[in-house]
């Protein structure tokens, strides 16, 4: 059975995933936090998103050969299975791409128990339902030396869990990458 994890997620220091705005251009990563990102994901079978991460990540579909960091990723991102949930997209023509009309927990539970990897499950209010029901065995976030003072929270209302850190470290861009795990039982 595989991990389930909530990762890939960046937030300004106040919690937020874009700003009041819904800009997120502050949240490109530095070239040391890219390649951090790139290593994190190398063991992700399968990444769970929303239509708006996806919109957003599908870029590296068709990735044009430059910068070395960059294309690491575009070769991770394209050996991975992708499932968008989303009932406003009427498909997909990606390879490796499934769309799916809605995640639910037990779907999300079928999809991390068919892989003996990680299923990476990214965007906040995709990821909302399996965070609430404590699904989620790890909570990756970077946190960003900005404030927003509003947009989209990194993580839902009405959740509750007790974690612990099991990794840490700092960016020359001033971010901040932040691992929990559910305790062991």
Not at 43 to 53: A, H, N
Not at 115 to 130: F, H, I, K, R
């Amino acid at each position: 059975m595989g991990t389930l994890r909530f990762g890939m997620i960046s937030c300004s220091l106040d919690g937020y995933v874009n700003d009041q705005d819904g800009s997120i251009g502050w949240t490109a990563p530095s070239e040391d936090r890219h390649a951090f990102i790139n290593r994190r994901v190398r063991d992700t079978q399968v990444f769970v998103m929303g239509r708006r991460m996806y919109e957003m990540l599908r870029v590296w579909d068709d990735w044009p050969p430059g910068r070395a960091v960059e294309d690491e990723f575009a070769a991770l991102w394209a050996q991975a299975d992708k499932i968008v949930c989303s009932d406003t997209l009427g498909g997909i023509d990606a390879p490796r791409t499934t769309l799916e009309p809605r995640l639910t927990t037990q779907r999300l539970d079928r999809i991390v128990a068919g892989t003996d990897g990680v299923v990476e499950v990214s965007g906040p209010t995709t990821a909302a339902g399996a965070l609430r029901a404590g699904k989620v065995d790890e909570i990756d976030l970077f946190v960003l030396p900005r404030v927003t003072g509003g947009g989209q929270p990194a993580l839902p209302g009405e959740m509750q869990a007790t974690l612990e850190l099991a990794e840490s470290r700092t960016f020359s861009d001033g971010a901040v990458y932040l691992s929990y795990r559910r305790p062991a039982s």
